[in-house]
């Protein structure tokens, strides 16, 4: 989806970020970049929780007026809904903060055209195999304190498995809650298996602590910049060819879902 110019407007992409991991912010300044070039605002910049710049300053950063905030996550919950809004100041999906005009959007990962992005990501790792000889598997964190990330691959699974693309099954798994991700062998019943991470970034989860669970390694092993072994694709394990994709938030057409929720936040609230 396309958008109107907004050349007298900013963008201002959030993430989480982290402390730990030295590739966890490099989607999301892919994604300014990749919007940047398009040249549809006059400023695109990041800002994170856990790393600089933060979200306190990113008003600082901005000259526009107008700025449309899109969370960079993967779904609704602690950080969009209650972290963000509290470090930006945002009282609803328009606010007027130190005589500028915040829109707030949703998540990008809430928005109908992830699922294109799941099965572009899909078929990039695998091309050759055969969709009914398959099982695709969207797999994420898990976790008893946000049921929404939760929900999110839920209802990713069942729009892959409603669209017609043809896999033999496709599921839902997780590190910390059941259907774990580790019984991916268990769980599937075809020959070929592709696993997708449902994560911004290849970050701890994604590229140390999941392959482990996989059986792809036996140990966490450095961040995924530091290394290539999860680039090589297939792996033979288990009696299984298993694919294997980095993190669903890393697609460079992710920076077209940020664009749609702005589209879709126009559409909602009338804003020009």
């Not at 933060?54 to 901005?62: G, K, P, Q």
């Not at 769980?187 to 696993?195: K, L, R």
């Not at 449902?198 to 482990?212: A, E, K, M, R, T």
């Amino acid at each position: 989806m396309s958008i109107a110019p907004k050349p007298h407007s900013a963008l201002l992409i959030v993430g989480h970020g982290s402390t730990e991991n030295p590739d966890s912010s490099t989607p999301y300044f892919e994604h300014a970049d990749e919007i940047r070039s398009r040249r549809l605002f006059a400023e695109v910049h990041c800002c994170f929780w856990k790393e600089e710049p933060s979200m306190r300053e990113a008003l600082y950063m901005i000259d526009a007026d107008e700025i449309y905030v899109v969370p960079d996550f993967i779904s609704e919950g602690y950080f969009t809904q209650d972290v963000i809004p509290r470090e930006l100041e945002l009282t609803g999906p328009t606010t007027v903060v130190r005589g500028k005009t915040l829109h707030y959007c949703l998540p990008v990962g809430v928005h109908r055209s992830m699922t294109g992005l799941i099965l572009h990501r899909a078929k990039e790792v695998a091309p050759n195999v055969n969709p009914a000889e398959t099982t695709l598997i969207i797999t994420g964190h898990g976790t008893g304190l946000n049921q929404n990330s939760t929900k999110a691959i839920r209802d990713q699974a069942e729009l892959i498995a409603a669209s017609g693309a043809g896999y033999a099954a496709v599921l839902d798994a997780y590190m910390e809650e059941q259907p774990f991700i580790a019984k991916w062998d268990e769980m599937s019943q075809t020959p070929n298996v592709i696993v997708v991470p449902f994560f911004i970034s290849d970050g701890l989860h994604s590229f140390q602590d999941i392959p482990v669970l996989l059986g792809i390694e036996n140990e966490v092993g450095p961040a995924a910049s530091q290394r290539d072994a999860f680039r090589q694709n297939p792996h033979h394990l288990r009696g299984k060819t298993l694919f294997y994709t980095s993190a669903i938030g890393t697609e460079r057409l992710m920076a077209d879902v940020i664009l749609d929720q702005i589209s879709d936040f126009n559409k909602e609230h009338k804003s020009l």
